[in-house]
């Protein structure tokens, strides 16, 4: 769907009932599109809105990002203006589907792969009252986040889970450890899981996640 009273194009999931309980964001990774995401999409609580929106960079035909990013051997390098553009812009969009289906910020959650983990942990970091949580599936924070992120009062409430792959060649798993670190030093109360993947979803990281996600929403 493109339509000017949004942010961002996407595609949805309805929810089965014309008044949804949760508002599920899912944001796919570099060079991927809205579609990437569809299979998980259609596991989740069939009581909840899933939106899974297109990165608003064009990479080539069918390839879609949230920011530039070269991978070199000192790890990768983005283009940090674009990377601010990308939270900024996904922030006004959630906010603009809470106020369109009159879902709260304490039932929503967001979450993505590898690119699009780093967009949710961006958005969710610094904006923790628009959500109930995040997930950060192999992804990483991005150290630039820092002068964005909101104090520690804010982000107590915040709940967020970290799935990434021991082998990941993409995003080493060192990443996934500096994630646990930094959001126990923020006081985020979070779920780290590693497993023996490289850098993907693997069918028990996407159940593991549903199974957090499912807890998050219900109680929210």
């Known amino acids: 769907m493109t339509t000017p009273n949004f942010e961002l194009s996407f595609v949805s999931r309805p929810a089965r009932s014309a008044t949804p309980k949760a508002l599920v964001l899912l944001l796919h990774g570099v060079g991927g599109d809205e579609n990437n995401l569809r299979d ?12 899974m929106p297109r990165g608003p960079i064009t990479l080539g035909a069918g390839q879609y990002a949230w920011f530039r990013v070269n991978f ?20 006004r969009f959630v906010e603009q ?5 009159g879902i709260a910020s304490q039932r929503t959650v967001i979450a993505g792969f590898s690119q699009g983990g780093i967009v949710s942990a961006s958005v969710a970091l610094s ?6 949580g995040f997930g950060l599936l192999s992804g990483r924070i991005l ?7 909101a104090d520690k009062a804010r982000l107590s409430k915040l709940r967020a889970f970290i799935g990434h792959g021991e082998y990941d060649s993409k995003l080493p798993v060192a990443w996934a450890q500096r994630s646990d670190q930094w959001l126990s030093e923020l006081g985020v109360a979070h779920v780290t ?28």
């Open 40 to 51: 998980m999409a259609a596991v989740i609580d069939p009581d909840a809105l899933v939106v």
């Open 127 to 132: 904006a923790p009252q628009q959500f109930a």
């Open 72 to 91: 070199t051997s000192a790890g990768p390098v983005i283009e940090a203006s674009e990377a601010e553009q990308s939270r900024q812009t996904a922030l």
């Open 97 to 101: 589907l809470q106020v369109a289906h």
């Open 193 to 220: 899981r590693l497993y023996p993947i490289d850098h993907g979803i693997s069918a028990a990281m996407q159940s593991d996640f549903l199974d957090w996600l499912h807890a998050l929403v219900t109680v929210a």
């Open 143 to 149: 150290p630039e986040l820092e002068p964005h992120l």
